[in-house]
């Protein structure tokens, strides 16, 4: 069964930062397209990063360049992304996705939902005062 599972939110200051990881399993990890989006409360779900996991390209969202990195392991099966300067606005349930056999996409396809089929339940970050 294909599934990934996200970890590492928590609750932060502002100018904080955080580490989550999204493990993935029951596919290729090698040949697989990953990608972090974000859900603020009452508003749509944002792809903020992406990872082609054979080749290590990487797309992002152009506004969080900078303050967002996105990694892996590719041993442990595990994508990171790494936050950094965090801000309240940032405050989000953020979801790791995955596609197995991903095609060749441009930045806005890696960073839509449309690609992905296999979601995790996401990971709540909270950024305060």
């Known amino acids: 069964q294909e599934q990934v599972a996200e970890s590492g939110g928590g609750s932060v200051q502002i100018g904080g930062s955080l580490r989550l990881s999204c493990v993935a399993s029951?596919?290729?990890?090698?040949?697989?397209?990953v990608a972090w989006f974000r859900q603020p409360p009452g508003k749509e779900r944002d792809g903020v990063a992406a990872?082609?996991?054979?080749?290590?390209?990487?797309y992002y969202l152009d506004v969080e360049k900078g303050r967002f990195t996105i990694s892996q392991d590719v041993a442990q099966n595990t994508v990171f992304l790494d936050l950094s300067n965090l801000q309240p606005e940032d405050t989000a349930l953020y979801y790791c996705?995955?596609?197995?056999?991903?095609?060749?996409?441009?930045?806005?396809?890696?960073?839509?939902?449309?690609?992905?089929?296999?979601w995790g339940q996401g990971t709540q970050v909270t950024v305060s005062s």
């Open positions: 990872l082609y996991t054979g080749s290590g390209k990487t």
């Open positions: 029951g596919f290729t990890y090698s040949a697989a397209c």
């Open positions: 996705a995955a596609e197995r056999n991903c095609p060749p996409m441009t930045a806005r396809q890696a960073l839509g939902t449309a690609v992905y089929r296999t």
